[in-house]
């Protein structure tokens, strides 16, 4: 199971399940039935495509906002947390440790619709204590893949 | 004019150029070509070593190190060998940091062949070790293995071969070209035959940290006995994929070590100094990324074998290195024949097993250090020649 998700991981052009029953010595319909109960017990999540979205003609503003916020009795953060993983804006949310408790990443059109939100949405829920916001300026990598990624095979065609 | 076939070397003249080298040349001209054809990883070298290496050009490391190495990276190497393989040398005597595993073979055998000395080579194997003795003056001696043997060498072929000429035995395992091993109990076996007399062993152990199985690799020199007789060579090339940084070494009896220095120590000076420093980091600090490499091997060694006989050819299953060496003799080409059409045809470079000595001859050495894309598109292309000229065997 475990190597299945290794592979999983690291495939950047999606997997088909026959090549991963090849890659580990296993029968497709082994490999078929342990993907669907990952994905039936939410280990895997979901799958996404992995786009850069400047080399393309839409907008797309992301923005970084650190949240300090007022855990509620017997709630703890999940409640807030959830109130804002509702949006559909919201891309990320992270519980953190450190000088504030919640990452939240917003992705909008504009920087103005971004700001917006976090002033008319965020802002003003109750146990909201202070909003930081920060614009992405360049994405280097993401998921653990280059954006602009040039490495090529420049070794020999043959070598002993 | 002067007649430079009367004035230059003999023996190096007469060598045969390595490999098969129009054939190379042709493959590395063709674009569009697809190559199964390379010896060495298709990984980056781990960040955190190439960034080690940044540093010390950074603090001006940029002299002459001591002969035999930095006393640090030699104490790294002690370390690891211990800490992998469980035999214990002295950094000070007993190890010689080299320019790739290559100079220390190169070393080793001009070190202890004099005129006449016979050298027992297992074949198929790596291409240096026969030119290397032929330089040295001595007497190459053939060991063919066999794919029934798993590409093994068996101790009755060793007895066979001893004399009271023979001076050194070299092991190459894991195997470049077949991917075969030798396991603990296989080595014990061989060691037996030596025991008693006075063969030396160059045991080129580059591929160690590549083994598939469960049991793992086992130094020769952690054989009972066979330290005292035996030179092991390894280096950083394929366990770091560090192949372009030049740095191997060899670990073994003072006294021969001392010898090879000296060779080293006039022939070369000192190994690359920034590649000394970024090994440094490649012992401590990168079990981790050795290891993700080497699952990564072998999901695409499982990947390759299963596509090699679904095709209808006979594929040994490789446990070491990064290499398959399918059988192709049910197609009635030769091994060249073979490779020749393939890339004409298909535009795909494999190599003929017979680049590895003559018993290769009906093999193919495919390298699996490519995506797993990559092997795909090459087994389509192999599938589609093979099926063309039948599978005459089926």
């Known amino acids: ?160 | 004019m002067i007649d430079f076939d009367k004035l230059v070397n003999h023996t190096i003249d007469n060598l045969p150029p390595s490999g098969i080298r129009k054939f190379f040349d042709v493959a590395a001209e063709m674009e569009d070509a697809i190559s199964l054809g390379v010896g060495e990883p298709d990984f980056a070298t781990p960040w955190t070593i190439r960034e080690a290496g940044i540093y010390s050009l950074e603090k001006a490391q940029t002299h002459y190190t001591a002969n035999a190495g930095l006393m640090e990276l030699r104490e790294a190497i002690c370390a690891y060998n211990k800490r992998k393989y469980g035999v214990e040398y002295d950094a000070r005597t007993e190890v010689l940091v080299t320019v790739g595993g290559s100079e220390a073979i190169d070393a080793m055998i001009r070190c202890v062949v004099n005129p006449g000395d016979e050298v027992l080579i297992v074949e198929p194997s790596f291409v240096c070790y026969k030119p290397l003795t032929e330089m040295a003056g001595g007497v190459p001696v053939i060991i063919e293995t066999k794919e029934e043997d798993n590409f093994r060498l068996l101790p009755g072929q060793l007895r066979e071969k001893l004399t009271d000429k023979t001076k050194l035995l070299i092991l190459p395992y894991p195997n470049n070209p077949t991917g075969g091993v030798m396991s603990k109990a296989d080595l014990e076996a061989i060691a037996e035959v030596l025991r008693g007399t006075d063969v030396l062993v160059l045991s080129d152990e580059i591929y160690g940290e590549l083994r598939y199985d469960k049991e793992g690799h086992t130094a020769f020199s952690a054989i009972d006995g066979m330290k005292e007789r035996t030179v092991v060579v390894n280096g950083f090339s394929k366990t770091f994929a560090m192949t372009g940084w030049r740095l191997g070494y060899a670990l073994g009896p003072a006294k021969l070590i001392g010898l090879m220095t000296k060779v080293h120590q006039y022939g070369i000076m000192s190994a690359p100094t920034t590649a000394q420093y970024a090994a440094i980091e490649a012992l401590s600090n990168c079990d981790r990324d050795v290891e993700d490499m080497r699952c990564e091997y072998n999901d695409r060694r499982r990947y390759i074998v299963d596509g090699f006989r679904a095709m209808g050819l006979s594929c040994f299953e490789p446990l070491g290195a990064f290499y398959v060496f399918p059988c192709i003799k049910s197609t009635g080409m030769s091994s060249q024949e073979f490779c020749e059409r393939l890339l004409q045809e298909e535009k795909v470079a494999v190599v003929p097993g017979t680049a590895f000595g003559d018993c290769g001859e009906g093999f193919i050495r495919c390298s699996y250090a490519y995506s797993v894309e990559n092997i795909h598109e090459a087994l389509v292309r192999i599938e589609r020649f093979v099926k063309k000229y039948g599978n005459k065997a089926q």
């Open chain 1, 1 to 160: 199971m475990n190597d299945i998700l290794r592979i999983l991981d690291k495939e950047k052009n999606g997997v088909v399940r026959a090549k991963i029953a090849q890659m580990l010595g296993l029968e497709e319909a082994q490999v078929d039935k342990e993907i669907k109960d990952l994905e039936k017990n939410n280990v895997i999540v979901g799958y996404k495509t992995l786009i850069n979205w400047d080399k393309t003609d839409c907008e797309v503003v992301t923005a970084l906002i650190e949240l300090r916020v007022t855990p509620q009795r017997g709630e703890g953060f999940d409640k807030i947390a959830e109130r804002i993983y509702k949006y559909p804006q919201v891309t990320s949310l992270y519980l953190m440790s450190g000088a504030y408790d919640l990452a939240v990443t917003i992705q909008g059109r504009t920087m103005k619709e971004v700001a917006l939100f976090v002033a008319q949405k965020l802002a003003p829920m109750d146990s909201i204590i202070s909003t930081a916001t920060h614009f992405v300026l360049k994405k280097y990598k993401e998921e653990g893949i280059v954006f602009e990624d040039d490495e090529k095979d420049t070794r020999q065609v043959i070598t002993l």
